[in-house]
């Protein structure tokens, strides 16, 4: 990358931003057209490859982008109250809902490269998720009691395994035209919980 796109002011960084996180939300990454990214951020494709490259530095760029201004939104000091492991993954779906009725874009790029496949950068994409949910459960889950969970149940897993229904079901709604309340959300959500509480809690801890 270009280090002279961070010599651009804020203004101008986030319209180019902004206007990758739209094109390539709509489109699957062969079909995006970075003619399309330079119109909506009223500069040339040639200008875009001088800062990026090409194309695929691009999307790494906003897929890094993206995933840190999750991480900044949801990571904050309100997660170190929490020391069950299902309370915090509601409080953070909730953060998560908030910041997706604020920035559509961002995360419909995010669903649609979680589920990217046989794409020029699906390795790429899929290394940095290996990474980033390994990283993400040291951060989110350093202070959860463990001790609740039934022997031999993994508490990454459970998470893996509500990360992709809460997004997997996001993005059936954004694909449908629906849009859901954040309370809306956090109800069908709460019922999710309750259901993997069951089935990884040891009874004791099951409706506490």
């Known amino acids: 990358m270009n280090e002279k796109f961070f010599g651009l002011s804020k203004e101008k960084q986030f319209a180019i931003i902004n206007a990758g996180f739209e094109v390539f939300a709509r489109n699957e990454y062969k079909r995006a057209s970075t003619d399309e990214i330079g119109r909506i951020a009223g500069i040339s494709k040639g200008l875009l490859f001088y800062y990026f490259h090409n194309k695929k530095s691009f999307y790494l760029f906003l897929f890094d982008y993206a995933f840190q201004r999750v991480t900044e939104y949801v990571l904050n000091a309100d997660i170190e109250r929490y020391t069950d492991f299902f309370e915090l993954c509601e409080y953070s779906a909730k953060k998560k809902q908030e910041m ?13 490269a979680f589920y990217s496949k046989k794409e020029d950068v699906s390795e790429e994409l899929n290394k940095r998720l290996s990474a980033i949910l390994s990283q993400m459960y040291e951060n989110y889950f350093k202070n959860i009691d463990t001790s609740k969970f039934k022997p031999g149940v993994n508490p990454q897993e459970i998470l893996q395994m509500m990360t992709l229904l809460a997004d997997g079901y996001i993005h059936e709604l954004q694909r ?5 309340t954040i309370d809306e959300f956090m109800k069908k959500y709460k019922r999710w919980v309750l259901l993997f509480k069951q089935m990884a809690y040891k009874e004791e801890f099951i409706h506490d």
């Open 100 to 112: 997706l009725n604020s920035s559509p874009y961002l995360f419909d790029f995010l669903l649609r």
């Open 176 to 180: 449908a035209g629906k849009h859901m």
